[in-house]
Structures are given as structure tokens and as C-alpha cells.
């Protein structure tokens, strides 16, 4: 919500925008009363995921590899 909760296409990197946890949150409601929006939103989780497991596997090899290198 910080970052503006703009439905908008940002056109620079400090314009406002819509972050996917926001997506999943405001629409979640209206989920129930039109079924393709359970599919879109399901999506949009998924997408989330897996950004989240890139960023963790990619942190996971990047701080082992620091530890081989400083190991005694």
C-alpha cells in the first residue's frame, strides 16, 4: 500500500504502482461472486510464489558460496 495502490501501468521506476499482495487483497472479496477473478487471482498468488522462491533459492546459494569461501 506504500507504494500508491495505482491500478496503472507504471511509466518510470518512481511512478506509483500495484504490487501483487495488494491485487490479491483488494480483490479477494469480489472472488466469490465471479469465478474467472478466483482464476486470475490464484495466478496472481502463484506468480508471487514463485518470485519469492527465486529470491530465496538465489539468496540460499549466494550465502553458501560465501561460506565456502570464508570457511577455516
Same mark, same amino acid.
Given at each position: 500500500m506504500i507504494c500508491g495502490n495505482v491500478v496503472m501501468i507504471p511509466q518510470s521506476l518512481f511512478d506509483s504502482c500495484y504490487p501483487l499482495p495488494? @491485487? =490479491?487483497a483488494n480483490n479477494y472479496g469480489e472472488? @466469490?461472486?465471479i469465478p474467472i477473478y478466483e482464476s486470475a487471482l490464484m495466478f496472481a498468488a502463484f506468480i508471487l510464489f *514463485? /518470485? =519469492?522462491l527465486l529470491f530465496n533459492t538465489g539468496s540460499? /546459494? /549466494?550465502l553458501q558460496h560465501i561460506e565456502?569461501? *570464508?570457511k577455516l
Amino acid at each position: 500500500m506504500i507504494c500508491g495502490n495505482v491500478v496503472m501501468i507504471p511509466q518510470s521506476l518512481f511512478d506509483s504502482c500495484y504490487p501483487l499482495p495488494a @491485487l =490479491i487483497a483488494n480483490n479477494y472479496g469480489e472472488m @466469490l461472486s465471479i469465478p474467472i477473478y478466483e482464476s486470475a487471482l490464484m495466478f496472481a498468488a502463484f506468480i508471487l510464489f *514463485f /518470485v =519469492i522462491l527465486l529470491f530465496n533459492t538465489g539468496s540460499r /546459494v /549466494v550465502l553458501q558460496h560465501i561460506e565456502k569461501q *570464508f570457511k577455516l
